[in-house]
């Protein structure tokens, strides 16, 4: 029942890095999967047979599945790992190459925080839960995009995820960054307004970047964790 005050993002590590126009098509599960993926592994891992894994959209209630499906898409085009295609990633601490699942658990392990990098209208295209959901479940605390779509950004603040915007049409290729950097967002507080600037920094670099928490309803949201943590603590206050 108690809130833990907004703080700063420090030390987080880049999980997922990509261009303009990623749909949600491209983060959320979607369509059938093979045996060697992570969501395929974990099935024969319990006895269930290829023939009989049908679809991530078959099996959406399950969030095993759809978390090692999220960013699975065999089109994502990963720049961090940017010889591969479909849901890799490189794990910057190790410099391993594997899947982004993979990689999301090593980072917990060392207490890590995630984010993501990536370009304009990020999260364009049908309205899809399970993008925001799994984005959160991998651990991402924060995206940082030159723009979103305007559904997509609602749902992250609704899963507790942070949606930063790069200022004046910036980019992460125009500012130069790698994602191989630190990241660390600076500014975070209880007493953060909508709206507000903030500063991403990436090493030795210190960028601007807005805030899109857009109203004092989803700073609420975000200081509980997402809606349904809102919803649910004032459940119980109310009874």
Known sequence: ???????????????????????TDHISPAGAFAQDTPAGKY???????????????????????????????????????PETEGGFTRHLDSGEEMSIYEASLRYRESG?????LAGKEYGSGSSRDWAAKGTFLLGVKAVVATSYERIHRSNLVGMGVLPLQFIDGATHESLGLSGEESYSVIGLSDSIQ????????????????????????????????GILHT?????????
Do not use: H, W
């Not at 004092?216 to 964790?225: K, L, M, S, T, W």
């Open 194 to 225: 909508p709206g507000q600037e903030l500063i991403l920094k990436a090493d030795g670099k210190e960028i601007p970047v807005l805030c899109r928490l857009d109203t004092p309803v989803e700073i609420e949201y975000y200081r509980n964790g």
């Open 112 to 116: 890590t925080p995630l984010i993501v």
């Open 1 to 23: 029942m108690e809130l833990n005050e907004i703080q700063d993002i420090n030390s987080a590590r880049v999980l997922v890095k990509v261009g303009d126009s990623v749909t």
């Open 43 to 81: 099935l024969r891992e319990r006895g269930v047979e290829q023939k009989d894994f049908n679809s991530y959209g078959s099996r959406r209630g399950n969030d095993r599945i759809m978390t090692r499906g999220t960013f699975a898409n065999v089109r994502l085009r990963n720049q961090i790992a």
């Open 231 to 239: 919803v649910l603590r004032n459940f119980l206050k109310q009874n």
